[in-house]
Each structure stands twice: as C-alpha cells, then as structure tokens.
C-alpha cells in the first residue's frame, strides 16, 4: 500500500520552461513533506521541505506547494536548468514519526 | 568531508556469506537512519537508531538483518546468510538530536550490495 505516490515515472521539459513535479499521498498524519533529488550513483539530496501548516515555500528556483485537502503537492523548478535532469523524489513524513515515506521518483529530463 | 559517509560504495556477495555496511553520521549528528532502494523503486525505511539504542526497527526484514550504532564508531548493517534479493542499494542518512521543528534527514551516497 503505497502512502505516497508520484504517477508520473518520467517528464522532459524544454530548457527555460517550468518543471511541474507531482505528488499524492494517502495518510492524513502526514504533516512533513520533503522533495529530494537524485542523481545516478549518489545519494538523495534535499531540496525543500513544507510544514502541513503552510501551502507554499519558496527557495529560489523551487518552489513546492501544498493543498492538504486534496493530499496533493507539487513542485515546481523555473526556469529549468540542465543541471536539474535527475531523479526526484516526494517523501513525506509524521512529526510523531522519524522516518520518511518515499515515493517511487519521477525522473526529469530537461531538454536543450 | 563533513557528509554522512558510507563504506564500501560497492560490495560484492555470494550467496550464503555475510555482508556488512558501514555508516559514519554527519558532524554533530546522532541519529541514524537506514534505507534501503530496489530497482525502480523508492527508498523504503527499514531502521532508526540513536547511539547505543534502536528507535524504531518496523522496516527491518525479521531475519538475517541487523544493526547497531554502538557508542563509539560507525552506524553497521548486518545482512547474514544473504540472498539475491538482498541485491539492491543501502543508504543511511543522519540527523541532529535536537529536532527543534522539522529538519530533513541527509543523505549517503549509498553501498550497492551485489549477490552472485
């Protein structure tokens, strides 16, 4: 039973455009939610985060909103850049709970 | 370097032996957390440990895996007697121990275990 899901295995996206990274989850004691991303052979790395109090976090070219009724967030990367071709994954967590549920990762590749 | 750091980045098993991973914390951290990837999958939870203490162990397999975080030295994953479906990408990641709010967890570059 997967608790966060991301349904899009792929996106390519055109240099300069916006990158929309979608994401689901099912648990409603979810209140943490994190973006990593990842290239091959390396560890995940984090990008941002949002608190279930807030909708929307900003950071510089990232920015990851969130809509608790319909257990959905997004990320969203402007412009793209090359650099940004890599794996991204949606995790989510409970503040009672320490560990992180990942979804399956959408890879994105930015096209020149 | 101040990451978490894993060793060995490759580790290669036949089936039946023992296979042990390594995991030093970032500076200052000490939680310890250990994830494990298969193939075109997620990262799935499999172990949280404090020093000397196992948190939470509800991802962990019931047989054949381990792990301690002793006082002094690194975090180890133990996998006995392994499989070919053990064969997949570990990766630990660490965390402060004054969690004031949220804060991520940060990330290895991960052991990719390899049964033949």
């Known amino acids: 039973d997967q608790q966060v899901k991301q349904n899009s295995p792929s996106l390519s996206v055109q240099e300069g455009r916006i990158s929309i990274l979608n994401c689901d989850y099912t648990n409603s004691m979810f209140d943490y939610f994190l973006w990593y991303k990842k290239y091959p052979a390396e560890g995940p790395t984090f990008l941002i985060s949002i608190s279930s109090i807030k909708d929307k976090n900003e950071d510089g070219r990232f920015t990851v909103f969130l809509n608790k009724s319909a257990k959905h967030l997004s990320l969203h990367i402007v412009p793209s850049q090359p650099g940004d071709s890599a794996v991204y994954f949606c995790a989510a967590s409970e503040v009672r709970d320490d560990k992180i549920i990942f979804g399956k990762g959408t890879r994105l590749h930015i096209l020149p | ?116």
């Open chain 2, 1 to 116: 370097n101040a990451g978490v750091m894993q060793n060995p980045r490759h580790l290669v098993r036949r089936r039946g032996q023992e296979a042990r991973l390594r995991c030093s914390p970032m500076k200052g951290h000490s939680h310890v957390y250990w994830y494990r990837q298969l193939p075109e999958e997620g990262l799935k939870f499999m172990v949280y440990l404090q020093k000397e203490n196992i948190i939470d162990e509800s991802g962990m397999p019931k047989e054949r895996f381990s792990a301690e975080f002793p006082k002094e030295g690194p975090s180890i994953l133990r996998i006995q007697q392994v499989v070919r479906g053990d064969s997949a990408a570990y990766f630990c990641a660490s965390s402060p121990p004054n969690r004031s709010g949220n804060q991520p967890q940060h990330f290895g570059d991960g052991t990719r275990l390899s049964i033949l």
